[in-house]
């Protein structure tokens, strides 16, 4: 069975922008502006993964009815938005610095 991580460590660029709907490019290019503190703002907990931006936190897990599902949410905005995107630009970005990829030969 898949976790977390290891869904996370498989997720392309194409995949992210798909997940994100018709804006998903753009809200990953204005989310790459944020910076973001990978050891105060990046929580791992038991099946989740939290990253505070101060003002909201982004929240991802696996869809328990679909294993390989990825759900994301935003916990101030009620639509897909720069947060969600800037979370998954952290992902797409840092997959080695958040432990979803080995170091290089």
């Known amino acids: 069975m898949i976790n977390l991580k290891d869904r996370l460590s498989q997720l392309t660029y194409r995949q ?11 809200l990953i290019r204005m989310g790459g502006k944020h910076d973001i ?5 990046v929580m791992w907990e038991d099946g989740l993964l ?17 294993p390989r599902s990825l759900r994301f949410k935003c916990s101030e905005c009620t639509t897909t938005c720069e ?11 840092e997959k080695l610095s958040l432990g979803l990829s ?3 030969p």
């Open 16 to 26: 992210a922008c798909k997940l994100l709907g018709p804006e998903g490019e753009k």
């Open 37 to 41: 503190e990978i050891e105060s703002q």
């Open 50 to 66: 939290k990253i505070n931006f101060g003002e909201a936190t982004v929240t991802f897990l696996l869809a328990p009815d679909m």
């Open 83 to 93: 947060h969600v995107g800037a979370a998954f630009s952290l992902i797409l970005e």
């Open 102 to 104: 080995a170091p290089p």
